[in-house]
């Protein structure tokens, strides 16, 4: 089993950021 409950709820905002990010660049292309 895994103990890293912690650790797997900071990688889960990084990932919820990168998606913002792309979805970011992608409006911003639209945009262009």
């Known amino acids: 089993m895994w103990k890293s409950?912690?650790?797997g709820k900071g990688k889960r905002i990084e990932?919820?950021?990168a998606l913002r990010r792309m979805v970011e660049r992608m409006a911003?292309?639209?945009k262009t």
């Open 5 to 7: 409950r912690r650790t």
């Open 15 to 17: 990932k919820l950021q």
């Open 28 to 30: 911003d292309d639209e």
